[in-house]
């Protein structure tokens, strides 16, 4: 497997497992169903629509996780995969999860935690609760040994995230 689909695959891969999982009633690409919300402003609100890798409903209540796979993601882009769906649930309220997936070919998993942690402690609500608590927010990262095997790579976010 390239460098260039892993991407692409560990969010097959996120989404067969999604599909398995009896605590979801369904999971699509992010690109098929954006989630959508304001940014507040005098005047006129900004409107935004966020693009998760995917989002997996729950079969009780309204809540979605998400889940964000970081291959070639920039630290900017990554800000932006914690920034929107935090901005997303101080709006809806339905977000329940957000799951960052790393390759750590830019990212890994400590620089990620790194970056929740420094937005999320500095993200409140107009109550000023924490968009996202520490257990809301998972990170993890695939070892670089088995990129290169799609089954390792399932049976390993399998185990890793308890599917």
């Known amino acids: 497997m390239t460098k260039l689909n892993i991407h692409d695959e560990i969010v097959s891969i996120l989404l067969e497992l999604c599909k398995g999982y009896k605590v979801y009633s369904k999971s699509y690409p992010g690109r098929k169903r954006r989630l959508a919300f304001a940014i507040p402003r005098p005047g006129k609100p900004i409107s935004k629509q966020y693009e998760p890798d995917v989002i997996a409903e729950w079969r009780r209540g309204k809540y979605k996780d998400i889940y964000e796979v ?7 882009e990554a ?3 914690i920034l929107y769906p935090a901005l997303h649930k101080a709006q809806n309220k ?3 999860y957000l799951i960052i997936v790393c390759t750590g070919y830019n990212l890994g998993k400590e620089e990620a935690k790194d970056l929740v942690n420094l937005l999320l402690n500095n993200l409140r609500d107009k109550e000023g609760e924490s968009l996202f608590r520490s257990d809301e927010v998972l990170v993890t990262e695939i070892p670089e040994k088995i990129q290169a095997d799609r089954l390792k790579m399932k049976e390993y976010l399998k185990q890793e995230l308890k599917f």
């Open 94 to 96: 339905e977000i329940k």
């Open 79 to 81: 800000v932006l995969d």
């Open 70 to 76: 970081w291959h070639s993601e920039s630290e900017g």
